[in-house]
């Protein structure tokens, strides 16, 4: 994903050139200006959920004043304004819950007959301001001119304000990623785990607009994952479910969508608000792959088939499992907290296509016994319909190995279909948001239509038959839902505070002294000082008398800079080589870690009682950086300006292995 911004506006690599918005770049991935139905209805719902938070403020400032005050005509007063503001509240946030319940604006723009998907709208959030707690951090902590960093305190507010705003497609969902790839290195760079800067993250509830503010950046992280999911959610919704493409993007989406839920689920707990609670993921989870059933039944009657008695069976199963989905849907958001959060325009569109897809499963399995021509292998019959039957103990519907048997079995399945239907249909008739989707009235007609149509075809009049009850179709799926994790590690990033350091060393975690310049002229036994590692490189000796020692570098320092010059990300041999071009006279800039030694990180492990990730990393890094012989060897050969080597056992070493040490392992002896 490579940009070029060019007068305010962005210029991709294909030559296209977005539109002007007012000399104000923006990134890829992300369109504030998109006036759209459906970022129009995101901006509706920023302002709601503003307005809301601004009731909610004046509601505990009334109640705090209704507890001071000791008049009671004062006490009045403040009661019938908390009465005044709760009814606005009240207002504002059935009004949010029609936004959010609104699932047209986010389907297809095609003239599309498939029934809606129900999409989630995106958690809103306020501008974070990193800007001076961040300088402060710079300066006090890492010992830097704060000033040098304002090009990369202005990258991390721009990525956040874009963030906020994806687009709905693949190019959105990187720019999320990207935002929540790099809060790995803002918290590790800016938010010590004894100490606060003062920084709240503020988001509002996706569904009710309730605002939720936390100072940890797992709330932050947390929040985007959870608009990662409702952007998938968005994504799948819009496809094109008649062709199928379509169909399969869109069991992607959801299928990623129920990922990113359930990695949110996994990994973030006791969530402030209730969009993120566990009850609501796994009812959100459950939602995900219960659509994605639906496409895959969508997919399997697409392009038609023959309607013989085992594809219409085969098919009436693929249905029943649809209908399966959307009963545990609607059995999770019917228990409490969930049934009174969620939208009662999504409990009823869940039940309404739980019973739409049973009474489809009735439908096809009467269509495949009553149009089957001959007689069947009746061991073979028997067979196909203990695959397909559920059948109680006590049920009476025959085997169906002749013509009328079926014919009165299919005539079962009819019946129950039509009960169904009209069950549907009133469901549907009882909740007044789902009346103004004319697509799903639509097909819900058609498919009660059919069903009577085909009822009234096979119905006589002087029947003597006894009443057969349909058994039950036993749910059975050719494709199980996956529940696909995000992956982050397709977005790369780069850390914005790169400059500051190694993170496993210069982090927020970490403690060093304040950096002490060192200057020294070189003696007759060289500077007197050995140097190993890279990145940064840390002083492993230092004879006692010396130059080094004279001019205050002690065992354990770090190399931050080298005449001027930042060698934080220096490798060995580029911070020798520079201290070779400074000449008889080199200035070196170190600091020295507190709390931990990282030229013995074993030791420092022990003494500690506990072993970390970062003393792991420290310990592979000395495997695979240049070393030094032990201090105090009789047999170290030195030099001026040249080096020493250590060898490891021919035993413990392969071919390659020896040949890689032999020509970067060094360490500098001055």
Aim: charged fraction near 25%.
């Amino acid at each position: 994903m490579t940009d070029v911004i060019v007068n305010g506006s962005i210029e991709e690599e294909t030559g296209e050139k977005s539109p002007p918005n007012g000399h104000r770049p923006f990134r890829k991935g992300s369109n504030p200006l998109n006036q759209t139905q459906r970022g129009r209805l995101q901006h509706r719902r920023s302002v709601l959920n503003t307005q809301i938070n601004k009731e909610m403020r004046m509601r505990a400032g009334a109640e705090n004043l209704y507890r001071a005050c000791n008049s009671r005509k004062m006490k009045e007063t403040v009661a019938l304004e908390l009465s005044f503001v709760n009814s606005n509240l009240q207002l504002l946030k059935e009004e949010l819950s029609d936004l959010n319940s609104s699932v047209e604006v986010y389907q297809s723009d095609s003239e599309s007959r498939a029934t809606p998907m129900i999409p989630l709208g995106l958690k809103e959030t306020k501008d974070v301001d990193f800007h001076l707690p961040f300088k402060d951090f710079i300066l006090e902590h890492y010992s830097e001119d704060s000033s040098e960093y304002d090009g990369e305190l202005k990258e991390l507010h721009d990525l956040r304000r874009a963030m906020r705003t994806p687009e709905r497609d693949e190019a959105g969902i990187e720019l999320l990623m990207e935002y929540y790839n790099q809060l790995y290195y803002v918290e590790k760079r800016f938010f010590p785990p004894n100490r606060h800067l003062g920084i709240y993250f503020h988001w509002f509830d996706s569904l009710t607009g309730v605002p939720s503010s936390q100072r940890t950046v797992a709330f932050e992280k947390g929040s985007v994952l959870f608009n990662i999911g409702a952007l998938y959610t968005q994504i799948g919704a819009k496809q094109d479910r008649t062709k199928k493409d379509g169909i399969n993007a869109a069991i992607d989406a959801f299928q990623k969508a129920a990922g990113a839920f359930k990695y949110l689920q996994d990994n973030f707990s006791h969530a402030p608000s209730m969009d993120m609670g566990l009850e609501t993921l796994e009812a959100l989870i459950k939602l995900m792959l219960a659509q994605v059933q639906e496409c895959v039944f969508e997919r399997k009657v697409l392009d038609g088939w023959e309607e013989n008695l085992t594809n219409c069976l085969t098919v009436a199963q693929e249905s029943a499992k649809v209908s399966e989905a959307y009963s545990m849907v609607h059995k999770a958001m019917n228990t409490p907290p969930v049934k009174d959060y969620v939208p009662f325009s999504w409990i009823s569109m869940v039940l309404v296509k739980s019973e739409h897809f049973k009474a489809q499963s009735h439908y096809l399995a009467a269509v495949g016994f009553i149009d089957q021509k001959g007689d069947n292998d009746e061991d073979e019959l028997e067979k196909l319909l203990s695959q397909v039957h559920l059948r109680d103990a006590d049920s009476s519907s025959p085997l169906a190995t002749d013509r009328e048997d079926r014919k009165q079995l299919g005539k079962a399945h009819l019946r129950e279909a039509l009960i169904l239907h009209e069950d549907a249909l009133r469901v549907h008739r009882m909740c007044k948001k789902l009346r103004q989707i004319d697509t799903l009235g639509t097909i819900l007609k058609e498919a009660h239509n059919k069903s009577m149509t085909k009822y009234s075809d096979v119905e006589e009049e002087d029947e003597f038959y006894d009443e057969v009850i349909a058994p039950r179709i036993q749910p059975k799926t050719h494709q199980r839902p996956e529940i696909k994790p995000p992956n982050f590690a397709n977005v790369k990033v780069v850390d914005i505070f790169h400059r500051l350091g190694p993170l496993a060393v210069f982090s927020a975690r970490n403690q060093w002294s304040v950096p002490r310049t060192c200057g020294m002229e070189k003696g007759e036994q060289g500077f007197g000082f050995v140097l190993r590692g890279d990145s940064p490189v840390i002083v492993a000796e230092v004879e006692p008398g010396s130059k080094a020692a004279q001019g205050g570098v002690k065992p354990g320092d770090f190399i931050v800079a080298v005449d001027g010059r930042n060698v934080k990300w220096g490798k060995h041999h580029e911070v020798i080589n520079l201290i070779l071009s400074c000449g008889e006279q080199v200035s070196m800039q170190v600091v020295t870690p507190q709390g931990r030694d990282y030229l013995h990180p074993q030791l420092s492990n022990d003494q500690n009682g506990r072993s970390s990730s970062l003393s792991q990393r420290e310990m592979m890094r000395k495997e695979s950086s240049p070393t030094t012989s032990e201090t105090g060897s009789t047999n170290s050969k030195r030099f001026s300006w040249g080096f020493r080597r250590r060898e490891k056992s021919h035993s413990q070493l392969s071919a390659q292995s020896r040949a890689q040490i032999n020509s970067n392992r060094e360490s500098c002896m001055w």
